[in-house]
């Protein structure tokens, strides 16, 4: 994309403008925790870990519940890194949610939500300055199914 990696970094870190407006805590200081949720479907609380402006942002998941899954915990310990780089006057930021696998019985609906967040309303927030959060209604495939 067009953007600066400094544009990247400020918009990914406004996490309310293009992953849920349904985020309470800071989002934008390293060593801070902040909640989301959605629905009943899941809550999470996690923590800022590392902030290099135009670089880096990178958060641990402290504490998870799905409502469908088994296991209830499943995104607990992992670890949701965003790497920013330039290169010739744009800028690429690959995503990863290490310990996000392929076992878990969520991989596939979270697949398909951060695909939906990632590649849509992240990259949309980046190139207009308008992202397309989730404000309560299903967003993704995945949720439409999940809250049927």
Request: hydrophobic letters at 30%; one cysteine or more; aromatic letters at 12%.
């Amino acid at each position: 994309m067009d953007q600066t990696p400094e544009a990247a970094f400020t918009a990914i870190n406004n996490v309310r403008g293009w992953w849920s407006e349904e985020i309470q805590g800071r989002t934008d200081k390293s060593g801070e925790d902040f909640d989301y949720h959605y629905s009943d479907l899941h809550r999470c609380k996690i923590k800022v870990t590392e902030l290099v402006p135009g670089k880096k942002v990178a958060w641990r998941v402290l504490d998870n519940y799905f409502s469908f899954t088994e296991d209830k915990t499943e995104w607990t310990g992992t670890e949701i890194i965003f790497d920013i780089s330039g290169k010739d006057g744009k800028t690429e930021v690959r995503f990863t949610h290490q310990g996000l696998v392929p076992d878990y019985e969520c991989y596939d609906a979270c697949s398909d939500g951060w695909r939906t967040y990632i590649n849509g309303s992240l990259r949309s927030l980046i190139a207009t300055g308008k992202g397309h959060p989730n404000v309560g209604d299903p967003m993704t495939d995945s949720e439409r199914t999940l809250v049927a």
